[in-house]
């Protein structure tokens, strides 16, 4: 159904008087929807909470099976540095039967192994293995465990190597350095792109929903007959909900900074100017999906399907993109979400990186105008 009684020539300009009353009438809706205010305002903190503090891509307090056949002075200072990292808790085993079956009820995830002549290994100056098993059901999870015990490893070799006055036979000397996120939280990775999941939501399901709730409701007939010329019809709908989803972006943006203590690096006038265009091009979804929905329950499943899932997924938020198929890559340059999420992240914790700014601004500033061109190609003011 289309969004449109014939247009009479010189109808395409704008009245600012009509337009003017567009947008308080739509604004006098949102502001009488409580739906509309829990969509803008409400989802984003509980989506926020939700990711913020309930989800996280690091491994803490990784319960692990510790296997010392004989006990010793060197055997108990390792055991000492898995008891005192943030990233274990230990429980040491006698046997590694006991070990294995305790990896099977999935009571561990993860087994150390030192064998019995693993002291006198040591101090005899051969090599002295330690047998490390891992759960591979989660493959992340089991090489960030993996990635872990080589630094509580690598850091009893130094302090072995200090006591035996001994040099320490490592090939490679690994000094880490970490760029934009040197606390290394995920937290601080996944809340700037949750805020593009967020910003889609407010945008494109929005908008959809509430112009198939005026079908719905007769009320956009009743508009139609009006002498309001098509582009007031779609620029008084856009303009509210610009400022309505401009809202939710701020709330996200001070949640994220104050709340969770995600660094805010890149300037916050380039942040909204690239926040403003990703709000457009999701509101111009949001309408496009409109004019193809005349009921708010296949609005809203076309929203998800379209805008949400694709934000979701493909674009880098929480799945790394260069790890997807090439067919699938491909896809994503399709998601506006993709464009906005290397900004946010970019902003969050590079700062200002122009190149990255300007190339992903000016795809989605293509996207915005491409969208808007093909609703009011398709909008009309009749009814079908």
Avoid: C
């Amino acid at each position: 159904m289309s969004l449109a009684s014939i247009e009479k020539p010189g109808d395409g300009r704008i009245n600012f008087m009509r337009l003017g009353g567009l947008i308080r009438k739509e604004s006098l809706q949102i502001i009488r929807d409580p739906s509309s205010i829990g969509i803008a305002f409400v989802l984003p903190v509980l989506l926020l909470l939700i990711f913020g503090y309930g989800v996280s891509l690091d491994a803490r307090n990784v319960n692990i099976a510790i296997v010392v056949e004989k006990p010793g002075v060197e055997a108990s200072q390792l055991v000492s540095g898995f008891r005192h990292s943030e990233y274990f808790a230990p429980r040491v085993m006698s046997s590694i039967q006991e070990a294995e079956r305790a990896m099977m009820e999935r009571r561990v995830d993860g087994i150390v192994w030192l064998r019995g002549d693993f002291s006198r290994q040591l101090l005899s100056g051969a090599t002295a293995p330690v047998g490390v098993i891992v759960n591979g059901v989660d493959a992340n999870k089991a090489r960030l465990i993996e990635g872990y015990v080589g630094g509580v490893w690598l850091t009893w070799l130094k302090r072995m190597s200090e006591e035996l006055s001994r040099p320490l036979d490592i090939p490679v000397q690994v000094e880490q350095r970490i760029w934009f996120n040197p606390a290394v939280r995920s937290r601080d990775y996944l809340v700037p792109g949750l805020i593009a999941v967020i910003m889609t939501l407010i945008g494109a399901m929005l908008t959809s929903m509430v112009v198939a709730r005026e079908w719905e409701r007769g009320t956009m007939e009743a508009l139609l007959v009006t002498p309001v010329s098509i582009r007031e019809i779609l620029i008084g709908k856009i303009v509210p909900y610009f400022i309505l989803g401009m809202g939710g972006m701020a709330l996200s943006v001070v949640m994220a900074v104050f709340l969770f203590q995600v660094p805010l690096h890149g300037s916050l006038v380039a942040l909204t100017g690239a926040s403003a265009l990703f709000m457009l091009t999701a509101i111009a979804m949001g309408l496009l999906i409109s004019t193809v929905a005349d009921s708010q329950f296949v609005a809203g499943q076309i929203a998800i399907v379209v805008t949400f899932l694709p934000a979701f997924i493909l674009s880098g938020f929480i799945f790394d993109i260069g790890s997807m198929p090439a067919v699938i890559q491909g896809i994503t340059f399709l998601v506006p979400a993709r464009y906005f999420v290397a900004i946010l992240q970019t902003s969050f914790l590079a700062g200002d990186i122009w190149p990255i700014f300007i190339l992903n601004s000016s795809a989605l500033m293509i996207m915005a105008v491409f969208f808007l061109l093909i609703i009011r190609k398709k909008s009309h003011k009749r009814l079908q």
